[in-house]
């Protein structure tokens, strides 16, 4: 149609000149929107005319994919200032221009130079003027024009997933819904049917249909069973071009899958069952397990057992075993072969999850029989309780006896039991058992504070089979008899403020008990007998086991008294009653205005009269830093000391020098010169010591003159008296020889030299009593004359 317009338009401007232009730009505007009209100006010297001027092309569409050899033409720009003379020059500019579409710059032809993909683009917007060659002048304001892509078939329906999964209840009724499938097509749906999609199914009938125009998938046949067939494969075509002859089309798979329902009801393979059960198995014991069968799954197919009766309801019972779906037949109490050999059971399994939809198919349960035979085994003791409790005061005499157990034997023969304590439970064989009538008594004395409570384990077994045999806890309790006095719970460092207000709290003291009385702790409070009223603290007791101390005198001074003791009477009140004194130490000590402590130390109160703390830190510094200058003043005279000058082998403190010479005796006055002795110049006057040099000088005291003549035992005496009082005088040991021998001794000579000249039949018994340092020489010659030889 708009290319029709658009021939109609060009007739008519080429036939009709004159005519009014109004009506016809109106009618262009509205059918043709790339029609333009503008007013030019011929002189400007001259009127202006209004005149009519126009674009001209004759087509707008152009078809995708072509497959030409030729370029595919489009149409034909033209307007009426074009004379044919080649003076105007056509441009084209938009989407696609120079590239996808050229143009003849002196006709005005239009091509496609390539194939086009309406699914790319399906619209081009261009424009197009023309201009004058010599002037470069444009003669036609520039217009808009488009070029619309017609579309072809050439995409296939596509479905969104290439296989679906869906599933749908088995037994569900024809027209079910079970999916709903989707296919698109790229083609253009707004023009002829290449988008048009009809769905159709190509396997999976008879059970099943599809909608041809939604896609949905729906059951075609009714009750179809899970259990005979539970995947069904549907493959779903989409064709296009409303499905006719030619049209394009694609595939899609779906997986169908029959969801269980319970429209199957429980039923046991077989009617009746047996199982075999010793009489001694302990409770909750599994004695056999039977299992229903039920083609449903999941919870249709889960089941629940329960005995329906029989003769074995209190003595057996029935649990269901989730996993596996059995049923489980317990103990549910002692069995006893003397008494019952065989029981009969009814168990009913039924559906736990039934489905009233099917209910009409009848009951969902099924019943078996079951049978249990007991079968008798010897049996081991059995207590006559499941434990023992036995409570026995702590203060019980050794050898007591605190309680008894008693078993028996339940087979028919009825054995002699013995007792016995397992001793991995009494390893301080605080307990002991009668082996013959279980009577249980003690070997130790009790102390509940240390072990209140005391698990013990008795074992009775058979005197004719020792392998049959029972244990049993014995559980004794320690009962609580009052042997601890009351004491302090902690030590309290209490103060009191020196200027401290009568009936002042200064301290509150509570008490820790380590026994416990069945109606709970009450302690007392009390001061002791022998200082029944203290004139300084009084002791309030708080009815609650605490006391409060309280002060009784206006102010307490440090320098008559820094601590006070303060003994407190604390008892309590069971039977036999317990006491204890606990002394309290109280300290007085300085305190500000509001009670708080600052120094408890009289030598702090003396300080602190003319001093502040600033000039006792200062004070403690410079003592601190003399100190400090005293040892390293120590430190480093010590190292000032010389090593010793001597350091050879005439040193003999480290040597012993040896002298072979051996004097002509007594008589021999020629042998030692004694005048060196009297000659006072002979000697080393006020020698120093060689082996180390002296730190200080001593002036040398020169002694007096001693006279030739002088007796030798004078001239001794007087040298030891000057050494004596010798201020200069070495402080370390020195060795001084004096050769002078003085008058015989009274004890005579301990030496052995002159033993054979002596008596034979010396008496040396004196010798033992002498004390242990001359044992040894006594027992030499203290002995009998046979020791001796």
């Known amino acids: 149609?708009?290319?029709?317009?658009?021939?109609?338009l060009f007739i008519w401007t080429y036939m009709f000149h004159t005519v009014d232009a109004i009506p016809l730009e109106e009618k262009a505007s509205r059918d043709l929107p790339s029609k333009r009209v503008v007013d030019l100006t011929k002189d400007d010297s001259k009127m202006l005319h209004r005149t009519k001027r126009g674009w001209m092309w004759n087509q707008f569409f152009l078809l995708e994919e072509y497959t030409g050899t030729d370029t595919q033409y489009v149409g034909k720009l033209h307007t009426d200032q074009d004379k044919g003379d080649g003076n105007l020059k056509y441009i084209l500019t938009g989407?696609?221009?120079?590239?996808?579409?050229?143009?003849?710059?002196?006709?005005?032809?239009?091509?496609?130079?390539?194939?086009?993909?309406?699914?790319?683009?399906?619209?081009?917007?261009?424009?197009?003027?023309?201009?004058?060659?010599?002037?470069?002048?444009?003669?036609?304001?520039?217009?808009?024009?488009?070029?619309?892509?017609?579309?072809?078939?050439d995409n296939e329906p596509k479905f969104t997933k290439d296989l679906y999964t869906a599933s749908v209840p088995e037994m569900s009724g024809v027209g079910t819904s079970v999916i709903q499938v989707t296919?698109?097509?790229?083609?253009?749906?707004?023009?002829?049917?290449?988008?048009?999609?009809?769905?159709?199914?190509?396997?999976?009938?008879?059970?099943?249909?599809?909608?041809?125009?939604?896609?949905?998938?729906?059951?075609?046949?009714?009750?179809?069973?899970r259990e005979n067939r539970e995947q069904y494969q549907v493959v779903i075509q989409a064709k296009d071009m409303g499905g006719q002859m030619g049209g394009l089309s694609g595939t899609t798979t779906v997986n169908i899958t029959l969801t269980?329902?319970?429209?199957?009801?429980?039923?046991?393979?077989?009617?009746?069952?047996?199982?075999?059960?010793?009489?001694?198995?302990?409770?909750?014991?599994?004695?056999?397990?039977?299992?229903?069968?039920?083609?449903?799954?999941?919870?249709?197919?889960?089941m629940e057992y329960s005995i329906a009766e029989?003769?074995?309801?209190?003595?057996?019972?029935?649990?269901?075993?989730?996993?596996?779906?059995?049923?489980?037949?317990?103990?549910?109490?002692?069995?006893?072969?003397?008494s019952k050999m065989l029981y009969t059971l009814k168990v009913d399994a039924s559906n736990t999850h039934p489905d009233p939809r099917f209910l009409h198919l009848g009951p969902f349960k099924d019943t078996a029989v079951v049978k249990i035979s007991v079968e008798d085994i010897d049996e081991p003791p059995v207590f006559s309780k499941l434990y023992y409790l036995i409570e026995v005061d702590e203060d019980v005499k050794e050898g007591s006896i605190i309680g008894q157990v008693t078993a028996y034997d339940p087979d028919a023969m009825n054995n002699l039991i013995k007792y016995s304590i397992d001793r991995h439970t009494d390893m301080d064989r605080i307990f002991s058992i009668h082996s013959e009538n279980g009577s249980i008594f003690t070997l130790k004395p009790l102390d509940r504070e240390s072990s209140p409570w005391h698990n013990i384990t008795i074992t009775a077994t058979e005197i004719n089979n020792s392998k049959q045999s029972s244990h049993i806890p014995v559980f004794i309790r320690i009962l609580d008899i009052n042997d601890h006095a009351p004491e302090f719970a902690m030590y309290y460092e209490t103060f009191v403020c020196e200027n401290a207000k009568p009936g002042q709290l200064i301290q509150t003291v509570s008490v820790m008990d380590r026994d416990d009385p069945p109606r709970g702790h009450?302690?007392?409070?009390?001061?002791?007998?022998?200082?029944?009223?203290?004139?300084?603290?009084?002791?309030?007791?708080?009815?609650?086991?605490?006391?409060?101390?309280?002060?009784?005198?206006?102010?307490?001074?440090?320098?008559?008294?820094?601590?006070?003791?303060?003994?407190?009477?604390?008892?309590d009140n069971d039977y036999p009653i317990q006491s204890s004194t606990g002394t309290l130490t109280i300290r007085v000590c300085a305190c500000d205005n509001q009670g708080n402590m600052q120094s408890c130390n009289a030598e702090?109160?003396?300080?602190?009269?003319?001093?502040?703390?600033?000039?006792?830190?200062?004070?403690?510094?410079?003592?601190?830093?003399?100190?400090?200058?005293?040892?390293?003043?120590?430190?480093?005279?010590?190292?000032?000391?010389?090593?010793?000058?001597?350091?050879?082998?005439?040193d003999v403190r480290d040597n012993i020098v040896t002298y072979n010479d051996e004097g002509g005796g007594e008589e021999d006055t020629q042998a030692f010169d004694i005048g060196t002795l009297r000659n006072p110049e002979a000697r080393e006057d006020s020698k120093l010591r060689r082996d180390v040099m002296p730190e200080t000088i001593f002036q040398i005291r020169r002694t007096v003159p001693l006279w030739e003549n002088i007796d030798v035992q004078d001239f001794i005496h007087r040298r030891l008296k000057e050494n004596d009082s010798d201020p200069s005088a070495p402080p370390y040991d020195s060795l001084a020889t004096y050769a002078y021998e003085g008058n015989d001794s009274i004890a005579d000579s301990l030496s052995s030299l002159e033993s054979l000249t002596a008596d034979c039949n010396q008496d040396y018994d004196y010798l033992s009593d002498w004390g242990p340092r001359f044992k040894k020489l006594a027992d030499m010659y203290g002995g009998d004359d046979s020791d001796r030889d």
């Open 522 to 571: 009450k302690f007392f409070f009390e001061p002791v007998p022998e200082f029944p009223l203290n004139p300084n603290f009084t002791i309030v007791d708080n009815k609650d086991n605490t006391a409060g101390i309280m002060t009784r005198k206006d102010g307490y001074s440090r320098n008559k008294m820094s601590t006070y003791l303060l003994p407190i009477l604390i008892f």
């Open 310 to 338: 029989g003769d074995g309801t209190d003595m057996f019972d029935v649990i269901t075993d989730k996993d596996t779906q059995e049923g489980i037949i317990t103990v549910k109490q002692n069995l006893d072969f003397e």
């Open 95 to 153: 989407d696609g221009a120079g590239s996808l579409f050229v143009i003849d710059e002196n006709t005005g032809d239009i091509h496609a130079a390539k194939k086009l993909d309406r699914e790319e683009k399906s619209l081009y917007i261009l424009r197009a003027k023309a201009i004058d060659r010599k002037t470069g002048r444009q003669v036609e304001p520039e217009s808009e024009f488009i070029i619309k892509i017609h579309d072809i078939n």
């Open 260 to 302: 269980d329902v319970n429209n199957n009801p429980p039923r046991f393979p077989q009617s009746t069952y047996q199982f075999n059960s010793p009489e001694s198995v302990p409770l909750g014991t599994h004695v056999g397990r039977i299992k229903a069968d039920d083609p449903d799954v999941g919870e249709n197919a889960e």
């Open 604 to 650: 702090a109160l003396v300080l602190s009269a003319g001093l502040s703390t600033g000039a006792l830190i200062a004070i403690l510094l410079c003592i601190i830093i003399l100190l400090v200058l005293v040892v390293l003043f120590a430190a480093l005279k010590r190292q000032r000391k010389k090593e010793p000058l001597i350091i050879s082998k005439d």
């Open 1 to 8: 149609m708009r290319t029709y317009y658009c021939l109609s």
């Open 183 to 225: 296919a698109t097509d790229a083609d253009d749906a707004n023009y002829g049917n290449s988008a048009k999609v009809v769905y159709s199914i190509l396997q999976g009938q008879p059970y099943f249909s599809v909608d041809p125009e939604s896609g949905i998938i729906k059951t075609a046949l009714p009750d179809m069973s």
